[in-house]
C-alpha cells in the first residue's frame, strides 16, 4: 500500500506546524541565547527590547508562574536561565511582539552581563571533574579480569565520534492557543507529545487536562524533537498562559542549531582478547558520553550505549562502562540508534585494529564472533539470532568474494584510485529500555455510515507510522483502507503517550489498534450472527462483507456497523497495549531488555581519491532482518535513509564547537549533510525474512533506527581504502572520516613516496607534493 | 500639438510626475539599502528616523501566481519565500533554511527554478511564478508529482515541494539525460530523510516519458 500522505506531499498540501493558519491576534515569540558557555549571571538589560515597537512583553525566568524547568529524567535544566548560564545559546528571554520581525529584532537589543566560568567541552576532562550526570553504570558477563590469560592477542586503543546534527528540514517549533477556563491547545513539532504536555504545565504551573497537545504531523525529527521540543512549546504556552493570546515560534535554521543539542559525541577506551583461532574471548569497554549541559535524555542513551557495546557479537567475558559526562555544550540528545551506534562504532575499531595488526581481514574476525541463538548478551538475554543467515546471505547473494577480487585488481592497477571493501553486520535491540514507555494505548471509532477513524500516540514524521496504523485498521476489519482516518495526535484523544522513538511506534501503537480494532470486531460479529440468525462461530469478515461459513452473506460493512450502532451495540473501543516478557534490573544490570533483535548485515564499497581524500560511496548492499514487512515500499525507504544519515554520521558531517563552547558549525553551508551527490551510488536491499517473533505486529519488525549502523560500514570501508594506499597510513579511529582526514590518512606515517605513481603519472604528482 | 493643453494633459503630467516620484522613490530606496545601510541600520535601530520607516514603505507588485494575477503592495524587503507564504497563504514552498542552502523553497519563476528566500518579492514584478500548489490541474497531477507518488520519493514530505519543483527545472533545462547528471543536477535539495534514490527514479521517469512540461 503506498503511503498515506502520497498526495498530500506532492501536492504541497500536508500540514506541518509552520502552515497552521494563524489566528487574529496571534503573537510572535522569539528567544535571547546566552552569548557564552558558561557563567554567572550579572545583570541582564531587556528594557531597550521592552521599548521596541510591536513588543509585548519580554519573559524572564521571574515571569514563570510554574517551576522553572524542563529536565525530563532528571530536574537540571531550567526553562530561562536565572543564575547561571551553562550552554551557549541558552535561552535567557523570551520576547513576544506582534510580529516575527519585530521579535526578532527585538533580541538583538537584549545585552547580558555575565562572569566567565570555565568552559568543558570534553568529556574525558568533565569525568576527570567529576562532573557526571548520572553515577557511571557498568554492564558485565563471565569475568573479563581472569579471562585476559586465556587470550593468544590482546589489543587496546581510543576511538571516538564525533556528535550529528539533526537537521531535520523542518525545525523545531510551537504554537499555542488559549482556550476557555484557563486551558491551552499547544500545536508542537514534537515526537514526544506527553513530554510537551508535561513541561507546559510544569512551567505553567496548569494541571495536565487543561493543556492540550496536538500534533500533525512532522518534518523529520531523528530524535531531535523528542525531548529538544520542549523548551520552545514550553516558552510559547507561558507566553499564552500569561497574554491570553495565541503565540508562535518557529526557529530560524539557526537559532535550532544553535539552541539545541545533537547526537551525543563520545570517546571511549576498548581492549578486546582472542584466543588462538580469532574467537573473542574478553572485552573491555569504557565509554566518555558527551552529555552537554543538562542530563536531557542522556542517562537512557549511555544505557543504550552498554546494551550495545557488543553489536552483533557474542563474546563469553564483558566489562563494559560508561560516563555521562556533564559539559558546556547545548543538551546533547536522541538521535537515531540513541547510543547505540557509538558503542558499535567501539567495538568495530577493535576489531579494525586486530585486523590490522594480524594483518587480516575484519571479516574474518566478525564472521567467527557472530552471536548465535541462545548466546547470552552482556545485559543477559539470550539471543533469537538471525546474525549468521543475514552474514551469510549477504557473502553470496552480493558475491563478496568476487567483489574483493575486483577490488584487488582495481587497486592493483590504479595508483591515485583505491577502493575499498567492509562488511557490517548489525543487531539492535527494539523496545524502550525504559520498561515503563512500552505501552501504547488507540482509539477507534467506527461511524455509522462506515467510516473509521484512529487515534493513537504515534506521530507521524516520515517513518510511514500511519500508513501502516491505517493498514492494521483495514486488515483487521477487512475494509477499504479508503473507510479509515488516521488522526492527528492528540493528548486529549489519547492520553500519557510515550514518544515516537525506540524504533518501536508501530509496533506499540499498531498492537494497540490490533486489539481495539479486534474488540470491536467480535462485538460486530455478534451482531451479525443475530441478525442472520447462525452461529457466531461461522462468522467472518471478508473484503466489506460478511461470510458465513465462508459463503458471502448480503451483509456488507456499511450495514453492519449501521446495524449494531441502532441495536445501541459500541462500536467505539480504546485499547491498552503493553509489551510483554520485557523487563529489566538495574541493581544487577540485568533482564530481558528488548521485545526482540534486528539483524542484518551491510556490504560497503568506496572509492577514494588519493590525490585529493575525497571519495565515493560506490555501493552499499544490505541483508536486512524485516520479519515479516508490513509495506515494504515504506520500509525500504526507511533503510535507504537510514543509510545515507548513518554514511553522513561517519563520513561529511563534522560539528565544531571551539574551545569556549561556541557552535561553528551553524548552517548547512559550514556543516554538511548528505546531499544527493553524495548518497550512495547503489543502494541494494534484500529482505531476510523470518517469522520466528511474532511481538511486533503481524510479524513485522521494527525498521526505523537499525540501518543508520549500516553506515559504519563506509568508515571502515575508507579505511580499508586508505590503507590500499598507505599500508602504513596511520588512521586513528576518530568518526567521521571527513577528506580532510582521509587526505592527512593518506600521507601519514612515512608517506608512501610512489615512485610508481610519479612513473605513471607525472602531472598529478607534481600537485601531491604535499607535505 | 507643441502647447501643452490643460484637462487631460494636466492628469497625465499629474501621473507622470508621480510615475516619476515613484520611480525615485524606489530607485533612491534601493541606493540608500546598497549604499548606506550601516547608518540606515543604525537609524533603525535607535527607532528614531522617521525615514527609516519611508525606506520599508511598500511598493506595488504585479505579479502572476499559479496563473491568478495579483497586484500587491509589499516591503521591498519581502523575499518572495515570505510573500507566497504569508501573504499569499501558499504554505506548499517550504522554509528549510532561508539562506538559499536546502532547496526547500523552490519555485519556478518565469519557468525557471528559483530559491524563493533569496529572491526579493519585487524582483518578480510583472513575472509567472508556479508553484507546488499551482502544479496539478485541478485533481490531474503534475507527471512530477505521479512520479514521485510511484516512486516513493519522499519520506516525511518537507522537502517535496522544492524537490518536485527542481526536479521539473532539471529536465526542463536538459539536465536529466543520466543518473549522474540528475544527482548532480538536484544536489542543491536537500532531503534529510534520504529518499534520494526515489527522487533520482522519479525524475529519471518523467524524463524517460519524454512530456514537454
Ligand atoms: S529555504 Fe530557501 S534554500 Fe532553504
Ligand atoms: S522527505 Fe523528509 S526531508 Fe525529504
Redesign the pocket.
Known sequence: MKNIDSKTHTRGKSIYLDDIPLLQGTLFGAAFGSPIAHGIIRSLNISVAEQMPGVIKVFTAKDVTGENQIGGIIPDEPLLAEHEVDFCGMPVAFVVAQSDDAARAAVKTITIDIEPLPVITDPREAKARGELIVPPRTFSLGNVDTAWQACEYIFEGIAETNGQEHLYIETQGAYVIPQENGALKVYSSTQGPTAVQRASCRVTGLPMHLVEVEVTRLGGGFGGKEDQANTWAALCALAAHRLRKPVKYSLH?MEDMAMTGKRHPYSSDYKIGFDKDLKMVAYEATFYQNAGAAADLSPAIMERTLLHCTNSYFIPNVKATAYSCRTHLPPNTAFRGFGGPQSMFVIESAIAKAADTLGIDSAVIQKKNLIKTGDEFPFGQKAVSEAAECWKKAEQLYEVNSIREGIKDFNSKNQIYKKGLALMPVCFGISFTNTAMNQARSLVHVYFDGSVSVSTGAVEMGQGVNTKILQVAAIVFSIHPDRVKVQTTSTSRIANTSPSAASATADLNGKATYLACTRILERLKKVAAEELGVDENLIELKDEYVFVNNVQSDLDWKKLVNTAHLKRVGISEHANYATPEIYFDKAKEKGHAFSYHVYGTAVTVVTVDCLRGIYEIDAVKVVHDFGTSMNPAIDIGQIEGGIVQGIGWMTMEEIIYDKEGKLRSNALSTYKVPDIYSAPKEISIDFLQSDKDNLAIFRSKAVGEPPFMYGIGTYFALRNAIKAFNPLAHIPFNAPMTPEKTLLALYSNPQPLSKEIKRKDEEAVTSVAIN | MAKKGSGQNQAEENYLNESRRNFFKQSSLLTALAVTPPAFLKAAEEGLDEKAAGYFEKMPLAIQINGVNHDLSVEPRTTL?DLIREQLALPGT?????????????VHVNGNRV????TLAVTAEGKKVTTIEGLADGEKLHPMQEAFIKYDGFQCGYCTP?QIMSGIACIREGHANSDDEIREYMSGNICRCGAYPNIVKAIADVKKGGQTL
Not at chain 2, 528549510?96 to 532547496?103: A, E, L, M, S
Not at chain 2, 530559491?115 to 533569496?118: E, P, R, T
Request: glycine share 20%; net charge positive; with cysteine.
Open positions: 535554521r | 519565500l517550504k522554509k528549510g533554511c532561508d539562506h538559499g542552502q536546502c532547496g526547500a523553497c523552490t530559491l524563493s528566500c533569496l522544492g
